[in-house]
């Protein structure tokens, strides 16, 4: 459980999964208490305690029923946010006096309520002429019908989610035609759109993000024949697991997307090396984010054995002055020719993450650093679970960034060990989160981490060093670093657990 209080302690915000506490109300902002199951009478106690509660989010909560969401309705009428999950035993009765009596609602979310239809939602078109976003998840009987009335009645709504529901054309001509505003579209194993249907979203002017998950018919021929304005306005694109999706949907969109910040890519194996680059040439002005998660990239075009030596073959952008975040992780055809691109081309990079990238290597690593010379800001690097990076990575990346850095997690580098990890603390000054599970590193290697001058650490992970002793937790003893509230210490059998007790009185969070 999470609740939340104003300045002047009362409640108002409450988050619960499955569970209230069997103590009083605490006087602290966020607490944890020994809990048991929810139901209406602790709702309803908690309802009439709170009128000015603002915020309800009730999870798995599957002995609450009506009884408990009316008495919410009628005691906390300033309530802004309800998000109900798995709520099985919660039907249309229910929330419908909760939208003629909660005439504030700004956010709902129904997600696994097998008893609410459509009945409910044209009840929140009618009185919730406030609410900005509707998301609807897992809802066998709410239909088109339903999600209709929501975006056609309330002219205040700006994001829109739906998931795992049959969806006709009309509910996204209607997005389409709702002017200027919505602004967040997401839609996730939806099914029953046509070619059609699916064109409507770039019509929808103000569109700002947009997120497609698995979405059955979603095909190249989607993106046919668009008008030179669809998607003109979009900043942020996330596309998981669209299979029928190939490099050519990943032009149009790139093209006509001329305000793209943000670009994540998550499951896709149809894509190639090759459509990637002009993607990013396409937005290379404005592109600030991108993000490739079990992308292959491997399929006909993709020319990763010649980028590194003849980089001319492919059309690369000139630059992508303002990408400042990239994330790669465990994505086939991407190896050192592709970071050591980014580090020509994006000067503006902060945020780096290589995770679980076996294709890249401690020469890539040094590559793409050596680039960055003179223009360094990189502030958080992420080498998780890459099986080619080693200690030159870490010398590379701890030299040439060591003005900035603030978090270098090597979690699962094993070829990571103390030669690489003594130099971390000495060069980065202002390090406060260091994740060194995983690597292959002794007491001597904690010693020097921890050692003479070292930075304020707030969060050390240590987990899963099999090779550190008690003789390391000593030399956090004589650390005393203030600053540090989290130690992970899992997987580590030779620490003692009377050793490990006597760390945990003076850091707030120790895993063991």
Same mark, same amino acid.
């Given at each position: ?43 309803? &106690? ?185 998607? &003109? ?18 032009? &149009? ?133 890459? &099986? ?125």
């Amino acid at each position: 459980m999470a609740i939340g209080m104003d300045a002047c302690g009362i409640l108002t915000e409450l988050s619960v999964i499955n569970t209230l506490p069997c103590s009083p109300l605490p006087h602290h902002h966020h607490h944890h208490h020994h809990h048991r199951h929810v139901s209406d009478v602790g709702l309803s &106690a908690i309802a009439q305690a709170c009128s000015n509660l603002r915020s309800l989010a009730l999870h798995y909560c599957t002995k609450v029923t009506d009884r408990g969401i009316a008495t919410v309705a009628q005691n906390c009428r300033a309530l802004k946010n309800l998000e109900l999950t798995h709520a099985v035993s919660v039907t249309n009765h229910g929330l419908v006096i909760l939208a003629t009596r909660c005439l504030k609602l700004a956010s709902l979310s129904l997600t696994a309520c097998p008893r609410v239809t459509d009945r409910s939602l044209e009840a929140f078109s009618k009185h919730s002429t406030h609410l900005k976003s509707i998301t609807v998840a897992r809802c066998p009987f709410i239909t088109d019908y339903g999600i209709l009335s929501i975006v056609v009645m309330l002219t205040k709504l700006e994001t829109v989610k739906l998931s795992s529901m049959k969806l006709g054309d009309g509910v996204l001509r209607a997005i389409a035609r709702s002017g200027e505003q919505i602004k967040t579209l997401a839609l996730e194993q939806v099914w029953g759109v046509s070619v059609t249907g699916y064109r409507c979203i770039g019509e929808t002017t103000r569109l700002k993000g947009l997120s497609l998950d698995a979405c059955t018919g979603l095909t190249d021929r989607c993106f046919r024949r668009l008008s030179p304005t669809s998607f &003109a306005g979009l900043k942020k694109v996330a596309m998981t697991s669209c299979s029928s999706l190939t490099d050519w949907s990943l032009l &149009a969109l790139t093209e006509l997307a001329v305000e793209l910040e943000s670009l994540h890519l998550d499951t896709f194996e149809a894509f190639t090396y090759r459509g990637l680059m002009i993607a990013l040439r396409n937005c290379s002005r404005t592109l600030k984010v991108l993000t490739l998660v079990k992308c292959d990239f491997r399929g006909r075009g993709a020319l990763e054995q010649q980028e590194v030596y003849a980089p001319r073959l492919l059309p690369l952008p000139a630059q992508c002055s303002m990408l400042q975040t990239v994330k790669l992780e465990e994505c086939e055809g991407l190896g050192d020719g592709f970071i050591l691109w980014i580090g020509q081309a994006c000067k503006s990079i902060a945020d780096v993450s290589f995770v679980r990238m076996d294709s890249i290597t401690d020469y890539g690593i040094k590559s793409f650093m050596n680039q960055l010379k003179g223009w360094n800001r990189i502030s958080r690097v992420d080498l998780s679970g890459s &099986a080619g990076v080693g200690n030159r990575s870490v010398w590379a990346v701890t030299r040439e960034c060591k003005a900035r850095l603030r978090s270098l997690l090597l979690r699962g580098c094993e070829r990571v060990s103390d030669r690489g990890a003594a130099v971390i603390t000495r060069r980065c000054t202002k390090l406060v989160e260091l994740d060194l599970g995983g690597c292959s590193i002794s007491d001597e290697a904690v010693e020097k981490v921890v050692g003479e001058d070292p930075p304020d650490l707030e969060v050390l992970s240590l987990a899963g060093c099999t090779r550190i002793t008690d003789r390391s937790l000593d030399a956090l003893d004589e650390y005393g670093g203030l600053g540090l509230n989290r130690l992970d210490l899992t997987g580590c059998p030779g620490l003692s657990q009377f050793r490990v007790n006597f760390i945990k009185i003076y850091i707030d969070v120790v895993d063991y």
